[in-house]
DNA sequence: CGCCGGATGGACTCCAGGGTCCCATTTTCC
DNA sequence: GGAAAATGGGACCCTGGAGTCCATCCGGCG
């Protein structure tokens, strides 16, 4: 692709700070809406409204509504690294898989399971629409899973988890238990059956540690 | 709301086999398409088009597109709950579970993990766009986890599996593995996330045989 | 064999929503 | 201060796609 355009905050083209703050509206206001009505359910005018702007400045900052869906997909995959990096980064024992995965379960709780996950969501509504969005959201479940098994290996190379355990299998296994968990709390309006999930992965990990901290699981 | 439609194929009115046929072949066709692109990227005119068939038709046997697609959530709820019956009645053990985990695996890399699992995807798509259509998709959910656990009740009454083990909770492990593969899959376009989170939930399991027939995983 | 209601074809309507345009205002830079 | 470009408002255009309508066809039944 000779392609000269960039998905990424036009690069030549000079821009202002207000310019830089509208863009950032837009993408907010998006973000929000799509979170909730899902990405085909959520017009141009909503976000137009919702993000107080018009629609030469959506036009503007974005090529058209696929275009400002890709962006909203780096957009929302960089929120989630960042919080994700947060909770993942320092992680170093089993007790702290188990604060991640309190921290995800209650956040998801204040909506009582629906909405699902930003990322996983537009990955089934996308993936089969668009071939760009849905390399880019395979990069960022990539990189997601690599904060996860990064912390897994710490614990293998500290001793804490045994030689013969594979933290990126661990890794995909507590991804898929995370965002199966996240649908079927979407389809039931109701986190257990997440809870259950990630406590299935946790428990799988628990048996890879090497001295195993009591009975399997609750 | 005392509206008397019901979604059901229409019941009083008299209805001929020609009828029936034309409506399963909407559905059929119906279930292709929204299969490959989603529901909201299927015009009722491809469904027209692929199902050999006219506008008139389509709103003779559906009051509008909501219906049709709710008609459709029903319709493929029941072909995979039909599937999974056969793969599922008569699970008596660990084997018969990689059995099914290998049929699933098979069918799925068909299409290098493309696209999905039907229901998980309507799942996705519609639980925040259509609250019938959600509940009914939990129900099928429900029903779906039932078969499992049905199976792991077997197991554990035949003294294959631990007294203290939960067939439900395990069954919506497994669901959940299994959903979540699906995306990852998707996202992927590869099978290996889906196989990978399947045997972690099998090993989950294989943890509660009575006697663990072997080493923990591969 | 003619009648009736369901089944069907397909043209037509209508509007939501994506996308364009033009002019006004603000900022930037010399 | 003023030209040029960026930013902004919002009316307008146009198409895709949902939904309507009616004339015709068919098949079962008295």
């Given at each position: 692709m000779s392609d000269e355009r960039v998905a990424a905050p036009t690069n030549q083209r000079r821009i202002s700070q207000r310019g830089i703050a509208t863009r950032e509206r837009i993408l907010e206001a998006a973000n929000r809406l799509m979170f909730v009505r899902g990405v085909n359910a959520t017009t141009l005018d909503d976000v137009r409204e919702a993000s107080q702007t018009s629609k030469s400045q959506l036009y503007h900052h974005f090529a058209d509504k696929q275009e400002l869906v890709r962006a909203l997909v780096k957009y929302r995959g960089a929120l989630v690294l960042q919080r994700e990096r947060g909770g993942l980064e320092r992680l170093r024992s089993f007790s702290g898989l188990v604060r991640w995965r309190n921290a995800l379960v209650q956040a998801n709780s204040l909506n009582n399971g629906k909405y699902g996950c930003g990322l996983g969501s537009m990955a089934v509504e996308l993936s089969d629409q668009d071939e760009q969005a849905r390399s880019m959201l395979f990069e960022t479940f990539a990189a997601w899973e690599k904060l996860i098994s990064d912390g897994l290996h710490r614990m293998r190379d500290s001793g804490?988890?045994?030689?013969?355990?594979d933290p990126e299998k661990l890794a995909t296994g507590l991804m898929a238990a995370l965002q199966g968990g996240y649908l079927l709390a979407n389809a039931a309006h109701n986190v257990a059956p997440m809870e259950v999930a990630l406590d299935m992965a946790l428990e799988h990990i628990k048996s890879f540690l090497v001295e195993p901290s009591g009975e399997p699981t609750r």
């Open positions: 804490a988890l045994r030689q013969d355990s």
